[in-house]
């Protein structure tokens, strides 16, 4: 039981994206099929395929944060020795937490906001703060998945040499 369910955590944001852009992807293929074999098009699929992008970014950005595949400059970091290079890769891992519970932070302060005005998007008619709640939610899973990376990089390789 805890290896399915940690199973399903290790491939969480793979089977969002996955199937989310699988369903953007057939979304716009409908909408152009319906402007320009029909010349009619559907109000709400382009609302839909927006707000999947969204999430998408957002969950993107947890996604990579898992594989460690952002954009990083590591100029000064490879001239550093060895000790110094897992000081400043501390640094940078605490500030990139910094960042996301800042983020988290004022995200629930924007989705609480949305949530006051009864904001509803134009088509689809679903309340705002479902939308921007994607700000918050993809943050605090890539908070998660920053200190799990960092764990398993301190951890891991410890566990290795000593193998």
Avoid at 39 to 61: D, K
Avoid at 126 to 151: D, K, L, N
Wanted: glycine residues 8%; proline residues 2%.
């Amino acid at each position: 039981m805890k290896q399915t369910i940690y199973k399903i955590w290790d491939h969480f944001e793979e089977f969002l994206l996955i199937y989310s852009l699988m369903v953007s992807v057939a979304l716009v293929f409908l909408q152009v099929v319906m402007r320009r074999v029909f010349n009619n098009s559907l109000y709400w699929s382009e609302e839909l395929a927006r707000y999947l992008y969204v999430w998408q970014t957002w969950l993107g950005v947890s996604y990579a944060a898992r594989n460690g595949t952002h954009l990083r400059i590591t100029m000064l970091k490879d001239r550093l020795p060895a000790g110094m290079q897992k000081i400043l890769e501390l640094f940078v891992t605490l500030v990139w937490l910094g960042f996301g519970i800042f983020v988290i932070y004022q995200g629930m302060g924007v989705v609480g906001t949305i949530a006051g005005f009864g904001q509803k998007s134009s088509a689809l008619k679903i309340p705002m703060q479902f939308c921007y709640a994607s700000i918050p939610v993809g943050m605090f899973v890539m908070c998660i998945r920053i200190v799990e990376r960092t764990i398993k990089d301190q951890f891991g390789r410890k566990k290795e040499a000593a193998e």
